[in-house]
């Protein structure tokens, strides 16, 4: 996801100074957002918002946040703070099939189902 630290002020640097932007972090959910604003435009079946992924904030802190679903249910899911990650899946191994329901088990099943992650 995409980190914006030390970004200069280009309106800033054009008055001579050396000036810089508070750091902005991308969460999983604008990454999704802008993932299927592009997939719409370019219609090249590249994923869907029934597309498994596995959105994560914090890993490795006491607060850290792993939500599996699809991109549609991951769309609108509370990550908190930054920082964020995004997996997409693939081919899902069937060690991973059994992992996945950590998230939502109903949603995870349906879209193995439909053929999604194979």
């Known amino acids: 996801l995409d980190i914006k630290v030390k970004e200069p002020d280009f309106e800033a640097m054009c008055r001579g100074r050396t000036v810089f ?8 959910n604008q990454a999704i957002e802008q993932l299927i604003e592009i997939e719409e435009k370019r219609q090249e ?5 029934d597309t498994l992924c ?3 904030a914090r ?3 006491k607060d850290q946040k ?14 908190g703070g ?6 997409i899946a693939g081919e899902v191994h069937p060690l991973e099939e059994e992992v996945g329901p950590l998230g939502s088990s109903s949603v ?3 879209a193995l189902s439909l053929g999604f992650g194979r």
């Open 82 to 87: 930054p920082l964020h990650c995004l997996a």
């Open 59 to 61: 890993l490795g802190q």
């Open 66 to 79: 792993i939500i599996a679903g699809t991109m549609e249910e991951l769309r609108t899911a509370d990550f």
């Open 21 to 28: 932007l508070p750091p902005r972090f991308m969460t999983v």
């Open 108 to 110: 995870w099943a349906h």
């Open 45 to 49: 079946g590249a994923y869907s918002k």
């Open 54 to 56: 596995v959105g994560m």
